[in-house]
Each structure stands twice: as C-alpha cells, then as structure tokens.
C-alpha cells in the first residue's frame, strides 16, 4: 500500500503562484511514476501532469505547458507541482496519484494504482 496526501491548495488570484505537494509513505517511493489530476465542478477528472520514477522525465496535458511543473524528491518521498500563472479555469479539486506500472508517463487514470484525497485550488478572476 502506498498512502498520497497533498498539501497546498488555496485560493489565488489570476496570474498568481501555488505549490502544491505530494508526501508519499509505505512502499519504496521511487519504484512509482508519479501523476496529478484535476476535477473541476461538473466536470470528469482530467490528465494534469506525470512524472518518470527518476524525476528525469515528465509530461504534461496541453492546458498547462508551460505554466506548471512537476518534479519530485525521491529522498523525501514527495512529489510537488508548481502551479505558474494560474488562470480562473485552473480551478479544481488536484490529486496526486502513483502507478506501479511498466510505463515511464502513465497518462490514464487507470493506470495509477494509489490516489489521494485531493486538494482544492480556487483562482479568482
């Protein structure tokens, strides 16, 4: 088992800054690809951002490029996710997940194996 608890969300006005982090405790942290996701109201979940067990490689969905990056510590078993230039439509509840998987960037959902309880992020316009 592995156990996901994300920190960091708030309210920030357009254009503004947040961290959010991603503590990891159980299993060996570096075996697991790390991803986060978004859910905003009515809306399904969606692909934010992934992250290569070493940290050498990441992938993001288009609507953040360039405004958000990932990047991990595997030494102290957390994952974070700057959040750069947010927009009002960045708002949503973020889940940091972890994929035991053969894959470098697990993009889909089903491919994470551990999730966390989410953190809300409100950018105000």
């Known amino acids: 088992q592995v156990q996901l608890a994300e920190s960091g969300g708030g309210l920030v006005q357009a254009g503004g800054s947040l961290r959010l982090s991603c503590a990891a405790s159980?299993?060996?942290?570096?075996?697991?690809?790390m991803g986060w996701f978004r859910q905003a109201p009515g809306k399904e979940r969606e692909f934010v951002a992934a992250?290569?067990?070493?940290?050498?490689?990441?992938y993001y969905a288009d609507s953040v490029k360039g405004r958000f990056t990932n990047s991990r510590d595997n030494a102290k078993n957390t994952v974070y996710l700057q959040m750069n230039s947010l927009k009002p439509e960045d708002t949503a509840v973020y889940y940091c997940?972890?994929?035991?998987?053969?894959?470098?960037?697990?993009?889909?959902?089903?491919?994470?194996?551990?999730w966390g309880q989410g953190t809300q992020v409100t950018v105000s316009s």
């Open positions: 997940a972890a994929a035991y998987s053969g894959l470098l960037l697990p993009i889909i959902e089903g491919r994470y194996d551990y």
């Open positions: 159980g299993r060996t942290f570096s075996n697991y690809a």
């Open positions: 992250i290569s067990r070493s940290g050498g490689s990441t």
